[in-house]
């Protein structure tokens, strides 16, 4: 068998100047808690257009501090989207409260904003109002933020957006993490999302309390603010802990990482475009369907999935992603609805809950989408695409 580079559907790409990033560090005094989180976070909180940005070890822990922020308690609600990964709906179990879905806009993968409207209206009546909504901003588009943000303020619960797919995208002209339509948003920076720390996450505010929480809720709930102590401290070795946090903490390897990425985001959005458009392009006289993009949305392309269209393919989603992997192209399915996991049967969801999200996932398809994914690979991508679906 002949050897050749497989090409994976998601690829990190590091920089000399990423190196010597992390290498500074490592020759540095500190190797955590220093000077590189602060630093990484006014960047990541003036690109995005926010107050602030709290920096974590990763975004399932960012999630999971948010929604302790917004005081998640058991008794409450929490909905997200459940064409996401399971991490938008465990932060939810974490703090006890119920989890459960709204389905899909099949156009764009996002949370429907009908079905949303649907299930508050008949939510109100039987008192099972939600305390927080998670809209997850699919493949890098963001949701319809200004309509979740109305029915946020007629049936007042929170929005806490998974952005961990749109990091550099925008929404209405305004970066996805500035919160012009949320109170929290989080991000992932995972080797496979848009910036990489290897782990690592962020959470943005406008709200500096709920910052300042976010920051305690970090590193064990403890606090050097005498301001928050119930008495004057001993002395300057003093610390209180005034609730339960965790260590969340991200390194500042990690964060000069970050930070050095952060520099290239732009550039790394433009190129997935590149590369989206030439998919539009080549694919469409494909039975494939690619996803609606909003006017209003500008995405970060996390994600390049498309749907298999069952009337029009003559093979399976499955022999389509068995032919591409056997010729070392490693396409992939996101996602697996959430609601039927096994875990999240157990809590009694079932198949057909979401008509929607179960049909998507049966049809779709994520190909190569990388800022390294040179022309000549993706041809290859397209030939092959092409060629198993014409026969
Ligand atoms: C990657 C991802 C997460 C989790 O991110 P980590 O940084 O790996 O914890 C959460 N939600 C969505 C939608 C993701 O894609």
């Not at 974590?56 to 609600?77: M, R, Y």
């Not at 749109?166 to 993490?177: F, W």
């Not at 403890?222 to 070795?237: F, L």
Request: glycine share 8%.
């Amino acid at each position: 068998m002949e050897m050749r580079m497989a090409i994976p559907y998601a690829h990190q790409s590091i920089s000399k100047d990423d190196i010597d990033a992390v290498l500074h560090v490592l020759q540095s005094d500190w190797l955590t808690q220093g000077p590189a989180i602060e630093r990484f976070e006014h960047a990541l909180a003036e690109y995005s257009g926010c107050q602030n940005a709290v920096v974590v070890c990763n975004a399932t822990l960012g999630l999971h501090l948010a929604c302790l922020a917004l005081n998640l308690t058991p008794g409450d609600s929490l909905w997200t989207s459940p064409i996401s990964f399971v991490a938008s709906a465990n932060c939810g179990l974490y703090c006890g409260a119920r989890i459960d879905f709204v389905d899909i806009d099949p156009q764009t993968g996002n949370m429907s904003i009908s079905a949303l409207e649907e299930k508050l209206l008949s939510a109100e009546k039987s008192g099972t109002l939600p305390k927080i909504v998670v809209p997850v901003h699919f493949g890098g588009q963001s949701c319809e933020m200004a309509r979740i943000w109305e029915l946020s303020r007629q049936y007042h619960f929170e929005i806490l957006e998974d952005a961990s797919h749109a990091v550099g995208g925008s929404y209405q002209g305004k970066k996805v993490g500035s919160c012009a339509f949320s109170h929290m948003a989080v991000f992932s920076f995972h080797p496979v999302k848009i910036i990489t720390t290897g782990e690592g996450g962020a959470i943005l505010t406008n709200d500096a309390d709920a910052a300042e929480r976010l920051r305690r809720l970090r590193s064990h709930g403890i606090t050097r603010d005498p301001k928050r102590m119930n008495r004057a401290p001993d002395g300057g070795w003093f610390y209180q802990q005034i609730e339960l946090g965790y260590n969340a903490r991200m390194t500042d390897l990690q964060a000069a990482l970050g930070f050095s990425q952060l520099r290239r985001i732009d550039e790394f959005v433009a190129r997935r475009h590149e590369i989206a458009q030439r998919y539009d392009r080549d694919l469409k006289s494909l039975p494939l369907i690619p996803y609606f993009q909003h006017p209003d949305a500008f995405s970060a392309y996390h994600l390049y999935s498309v749907r298999l269209d069952p009337a029009r393919a003559k093979s399976t989603r499955r022999s389509l992603y068995d032919a591409l992997h056997q010729a070392g192209i490693q396409v992939n399915v996101h996602y697996i609805p959430i609601h039927t996991q096994p875990f999240y049967q157990a809590m009694g969801f079932k198949n057909g809950d979401f008509p929607q999200a179960e049909a998507y996932y049966q049809e779709a398809l994520s190909l190569p989408m990388y800022y390294g994914l040179q022309e000549g690979q993706q041809r290859s991508v397209i030939s092959a695409i092409q060629n198993i679906l014409r026969g």
